[in-house]
């Protein structure tokens, strides 16, 4: 199973658009926004993707609650299941307890990424590319005894793309 996983794309719609056929070509089978989205064009950018999704409202996002309905945007702390295992969204990272297999969260910028007492803790960094001139988002992989994360970025001034790899055994 792969799951693709974005934060912040604030209003940057051509690096959100790439971003996701990027982890879509990759194998993504559901897509995942830890928020910030801040404009419509985005939530129907996640719609049409016709992957399986679902976001949760970042601090920048208060435009879009109007939507709420209309898309599968959620508030935070967003609990949800994928197959047999149980994840936590949310954008700010104020709820980073290990209640679940797999938290995410955005809003630092920052990808990081840690494997304890059994819970996968992911930020995949920006899509905004605001505080470095980096796109980036993770595609995770769960298999039936590894958690594998790779992280996609790219440099805004380039056209190539580089994966970093972090494998957890379960």
């Known amino acids: 199973m792969k799951i693709a996983i974005l934060s912040d794309s604030h ?8 971003t996701i056929a990027r982890l879509k070509s990759f194998g993504a089978e559901y897509l995942v926004h830890a928020g910030d989205l801040e404009l419509k064009e985005h939530l129907d950018i996640l719609k049409d993707s016709n992957l399986p999704y679902v976001a949760v409202f970042g ?13 599968n945007i959620k508030k935070e702390p967003y609990y949800f299941k994928i197959k047999d295992y ?10 980073l307890t290990g209640d679940t297999d797999i938290v995410i969260s955005g809003h630092t910028h920052i990808f ?15 899509i905004c590319a605001r505080e470095q001139p980096i796109i980036s988002a ?20 380039s056209t190539q793309w580089e994966i970093e790899e972090f494998i957890y055994d379960k």
């Open 11 to 18: 209003r940057k719609t051509e690096y959100t658009k790439e």
């Open 59 to 71: 601090n920048n996002d208060y435009n879009l609650i109007q939507y709420a309905n209309q898309y």
């Open 86 to 95: 149980k994840f936590k969204l949310m954008h700010l990272p104020y709820y």
């Open 112 to 126: 990081e990424h840690s494997y304890i007492n059994d819970t996968v803790f992911i930020n995949p960094g920006e």
């Open 138 to 157: 993770v595609l995770l992989e769960i298999t039936d005894n590894k958690y594998i994360i790779n992280r996609h970025t790219k440099d805004i001034n």
